[in-house]
């Protein structure tokens, strides 16, 4: 009897070392890539470079910014995120409500997981082959699509996650009442989990505004505003990718405050929806 509370100690006391060393250790990367970013970036992250485009002699190190990339990698993610969750919230309430459990519920669920794990340069062939087919070039639809087929399936499979995690009773209580299952998921299931469906979409966008692979050959890159969905848009992976490629230093420590940037925007989000759900959850039933 005593071996095994010594075992049962013992097992705990590993599991407990192997957890807080696994928070030190992603702390510490997370410190240090900030820290990176910080050190190299912040002296280049000036007014000019958030509120320009790049002029003459950019990537030679002379005048100019990135809101070409800024604004256009919250156009295609914004966009995508948009469109993507048009689609997830119908999928995952038709999963949950209608499939459950059943076979063909986990065979979705499946291909879903496939989907989310197949790496975007793939999406980006996809794309790209897409548009041949249609006659289309590099744009900010092109990209936009992309974009979106990228965020389906984590936006839906986040979302089927958030919903089965509902409390039966809610449900149960419903249909004693005489409602049906559709009224159930629109009137009980949506208010409920609307905190955790609002972290699932701020999930996505944030996946996708970083992605650079998906959208080197569906969106293109160029230094102007787009002003229609059919003309070439910059992004800000993209951005961060061709600075740091040249060989001018002016260039590559602005290369780092594109990456700076990029990282403020997905932290803000990631604070803004842990606010935002925090007020929401006020309004739910636990």
Sequence with gaps: MK?????????EFVARVLMI????LVALILGLIL?????KGLPSLTWEMVSQTPKGGFYLGKEGGILNAILGSLYMAGGGTLIALIFSLP???????????SRWGNYVRLVLDILWGIPSIVYGAFGFIIMLSMGMRASLLGGTITLTLLALPIMTRAMDEVIRRMPTDLSEAALALGSTR???????TLPQMLP???????????RVIGDAASVLFTAGYTDNIPTTLF??????PLAVFFQLGTPFPEVQQRAYASALILT????ILSIGSRLISSRLNKYTIK
Excluded: C, D, M
């Excluded at 820290?35 to 050190?39: E, G, H, N, S, Y």
């Excluded at 403020?264 to 932290?267: F, K, P, S």
């Design 3 to 11: 071996k095994k509370i010594h075992r049962r100690y013992l097992a």
């Design 21 to 24: 060393g696994s928070f030190a």
């Design 35 to 39: 820290w990176t970013l910080i050190q």
């Design 91 to 101: 999928i995952a309430i038709y999963l949950n409500t209608y499939l459950g459990s």
């Design 182 to 188: 559709l009224e159930i998921a629109l009137r009980v």
């Design 196 to 206: 955790g469906i609002l972290t699932a979409v701020l999930l996505a966008f944030g």
């Design 231 to 236: 003309r070439p848009v910059a992004s800000l």
């Design 264 to 267: 403020i925007l997905v932290l």
